[in-house]
């Protein structure tokens, strides 16, 4: 009985040692923040992320080509519901683009994962 425990204990410990390694290479991280550039929400985005990470730049969603990205390792998309957000959902235009072009890592911040998904036609439900 020790030996599956003393097994298990072993792989919990090399996970734990693994993330934490990983946390270690933020100061490594190139950011993208695609929001609503000159807004005091992008700019405590950008404050914390300069004190984490080795490159951030700021973009305006509205401008945003997906070839700025290139130079990054992560986009942090931030899209929040409102009546212009609902006009753009009409247009059928995503920030990032075509749905199938996009392979950059992305996170998604407010309610940015709702809006690509009625954008770029995304099934599933929401409530």
């Not at 929040?80 to 009409?90: C, D, F, I, M, V």
Request: hydrophobic letters at 45%; glycine letters at 12%.
């Amino acid at each position: 009985m020790k030996q599956p425990l003393t097994i298990l204990v072993g792989f919990a410990l090399a996970g734990w040692s693994f993330c934490a390694a990983h946390a270690t290479n933020l100061d490594k991280l190139r950011v993208l923040y695609v929001g609503d550039a000159g807004t005091s929400r992008a700019g405590e985005f950008e404050g914390f992320l300069r004190q984490k990470v080795a490159q951030v730049a700021v973009g305006s969603r509205g401008a945003f080509k997906p070839a700025e990205a290139d130079n990054f390792d992560v986009v942090l998309l931030d899209w929040p519901q409102s009546e212009r957000t609902r006009e753009e959902w009409k247009t059928g235009h995503a920030p990032l683009g075509e749905r199938g072009q996009w392979t950059q890592p992305t996170v998604l911040l407010g309610s940015a994962g709702l809006n690509l998904a009625v954008v770029w036609k995304v099934r599933g439900g929401s409530g």
